[in-house]
C-alpha cells in the first residue's frame, strides 16, 4: 500500500529555520504531483505548495503567504519530497501534510495523505 | 484568490438522517471541486472528486454534486462513522483553497 512519512517536525524560534521531509513508498514517486498543506491548531486546512512530477521537470507553486520563505524540493533517487521552512513566524504553527496528488484537469484531488509533523513557532 | 464558502459550519443530526452540505466558491472552478472528510488528530480523506465521483473504497451513501460555484456534499444515510469535519476544496486555479469546514455533530 502507498505510504507517505514525514519528519522534521519540532520548536522553533520565531525567525528560525526548519526542514520537513515526506518519504513516499510503493508507487511511483516521480510520476505525482506532491503537496503541502498545512493545519493550525483547531483551524481548517490551508494549501502551502506543490511539486509538479518530472515530467513538468518538478516545477513548483507557492502560497502568497509563505513566497519567499519556503522552499520545495526532491530528492528523486530516495523518494523523497522536502519543505524548507525559512524565516519562520509564529503564524506557521502548524500540523505541515505531504500530499500525494490524483489525476489531472478537473480530476486533481489530493488522494493520500501523511500523517502529519507539528511545527511549533515560538520565543 | 478563489473563496470557498461552506455552510452550514456546524451541523448536528442523528444516525440514519440525510445530511448536505453546501460549498459556494466566489468565482466558478467549473467541476475542479473535491470534498474531503476528517477526524480529530487524523489526516483527512478523500471522499469526491471532480465534483461528483466516487473515491475509489468510499461508501456509496457519500455523494457529491454541482458545478460552477454551487456544490453539495450529501450524505443519504449518517452512520457513527461519519460525525467528522468535512472540507471542499478547489483545483480551478492557485493558490488552491479550501473551504472553512463543517462540523458533523451527534444530535
Known amino acids: 500500500e502507498a505510504q507517505l512519512v514525514e519528519s522534521g517536525g519540532g520548536l522553533v524560534q520565531p525567525g528560525g529555520s526548519l526542514r520537513l521531509s515526506c518519504a513516499a513508498s510503493?508507487?511511483?514517486?516521480?510520476?505525482?504531483?506532491m503537496d503541502w498543506v498545512r493545519q493550525a491548531p483547531g483551524k481548517g486546512l490551508d494549501w502551502v505548495g506543490r511539486?509538479?512530477?518530472?515530467?513538468?521537470?518538478?516545477?513548483?507553486e507557492y502560497a502568497a503567504s509563505v513566497k519567499g520563505r519556503f522552499t520545495i524540493s526532491r530528492d528523486e533517487s530516495k523518494n523523497s519530497l522536502f519543505l524548507q521552512m525559512n524565516s519562520l513566524e509564529i503564524e506557521d504553527t502548524a500540523v505541515y501534510y505531504c500530499?500525494?496528488?490524483?489525476?489531472?484537469?478537473?480530476?486533481?484531488?489530493?488522494?493520500?495523505w501523511g500523517q502529519g509533523t507539528m511545527v511549533t513557532v515560538s520565543s | 484568490d478563489i473563496q470557498m464558502t461552506q455552510s452550514p459550519s456546524t451541523l448536528s443530526a442523528s444516525v440514519g438522517d440525510r445530511v448536505t452540505v453546501t460549498c459556494r466558491a466566489s468565482?466558478?472552478?467549473?467541476?475542479?471541486l473535491a470534498w474531503y472528510q476528517q477526524k480529530p488528530g487524523k489526516a483527512p480523506r478523500l471522499l469526491i472528486y471532480?465534483?461528483?465521483s466516487l473515491q475509489s473504497g468510499v461508501p456509496s451513501r457519500f455523494s457529491g454534486s454541482g458545478s460552477g460555484t454551487e456544490f453539495t456534499l450529501t450524505i443519504s444515510s449518517l452512520q457513527p462513522d461519519d460525525f467528522a469535519t468535512y472540507y471542499c476544496?478547489?483545483?480551478?486555479?492557485?493558490?488552491?483553497?479550501f473551504g472553512g469546514g463543517t462540523k458533523v455533530e451527534i444530535k
Open positions: 511539486s509538479r512530477n518530472k515530467a513538468n521537470s518538478y516545477t513548483t
Open positions: 510503493r508507487f511511483t514517486f516521480s510520476d505525482h504531483y
Open positions: 476544496q478547489q483545483f480551478k486555479s492557485y493558490p488552491v483553497t
Open positions: 471532480k465534483a461528483s
Open positions: 500530499i500525494r496528488v490524483q489525476g489531472g484537469g478537473n480530476s486533481y484531488a489530493f488522494d493520500l
Open positions: 468565482q466558478s472552478v467549473s467541476s475542479s
